[in-house]
Each structure stands twice: as structure tokens, then as C-alpha cells.
């Protein structure tokens, strides 16, 4: 599995967050890679994508970090 969305040196913008929402709507389990300074900067942008998409950290290793969130019933990629 690949990152599907990757935070870069410039940080999190509010345009970053949408499409990080928008892409675990899509597909529920995926991996975020950070590519920020040092490790309390990427907890830190792990923990924002976290509280702002509702996402649980699964696993992190390095600065690629997986999370999931269940698909929410009646979404338009829900197959229940």
C-alpha cells in the first residue's frame, strides 16, 4: 500500500485536511506519509489529521503513519 496523501514541508493547510477527508471516504484504510522537520512536528500533524477527519492512528513506523475510519453509511462509497 501507498501513501495516498503525503504532508510536505510547507505543513497542513485546511485545503490539505479536506482532501485527507475526502480520501478516507474513498478508501477508509490508508497510509499518510509526513514530511515534516522532527518527530514532535510529524506527531503533531499526525494528531491534527486525526482530530480534524475523526481517523484512528493504527500504526506508525517512521513518517508513514496508517489510519482508518469507518465508512460512514449512505456515503456514495459505502458498499452496505
Sequence with gaps: MKPV???????ISEALLEEFTRSLEHHELMK???????RSERDAAIQAACEHSGA????RVGN???LFRKKK????????
Design 56 to 59: 484512528q492512528l493504527i500504526q
Design 5 to 11: 496523501v503525503t504532508i510536505g514541508s510547507a505543513g
Design 64 to 66: 508513514v503513519a496508517l
Design 73 to 80: 453509511k449512505g456515503s456514495k462509497f459505502s458498499t452496505l
Design 32 to 38: 499518510l506519509k509526513v514530511s515534516l522537520g522532527d
